[in-house]
Nanobody, 120 residues
Framework: VQLQASGGGLVQAGGSLRLSCVASGNIFSINNWGWYRQAPGNQREFVAA???????NYADSVKGRFTVSRDNAKNTVYLQVNSLKPEDTAVYYC???????????????WGQGTQVTVSS
């Protein structure tokens, strides 16, 4: 499985972006689609996930502001990020797992990161 992330950019606080992750390859083996982020000097952290049956999970810090979704016809997973805060600044990574787990350890495939920078 190959993942290609895009959609990052520089926005002001309160702004929005839509991150995209296009998947290719044997995606039928994937049960969990996730987004993670890593800010400078910090460890990578879980942001959001969407399972193959449509259930979602979010980090507490983004609940109510971020929404993960999928367009099966386009093999694309999205992360809509609204009401952005400076602390959301990070490199965002899409990920895919054969397992129903949000743990980074369960990730089988990583996309390259896309930078999100939020100015105050």
């Amino acid at each position: 499985v190959q993942l290609q992330a895009s959609g990052g950019g520089l926005v002001q606080a309160g702004g929005s972006l839509r991150l995209s992750c296009v998947a290719s390859g044997n995606i039928f083996s994937i049960n969990n689609w996730g987004w993670y982020r890593q800010a400078p000097g910090n460890q990578r952290e879980f942001v959001a996930a969407l399972t193959s049956v449509g259930s979602t999970n979010y980090a507490d810090s983004v609940k109510g502001r971020f929404t993960v979704s999928r367009d099966n016809a386009k093999n694309t997973v999205y992360l809509q990020v609204n009401s952005l805060k400076p602390e959301d600044t990070a490199v965002y990574y899409c990920a895919a797992s054969r397992y129903l787990s949000d743990s980074e350890l369960a990730v089988d495939f990583w996309g390259q990161g896309t930078q999100v920078t939020v100015s105050s």
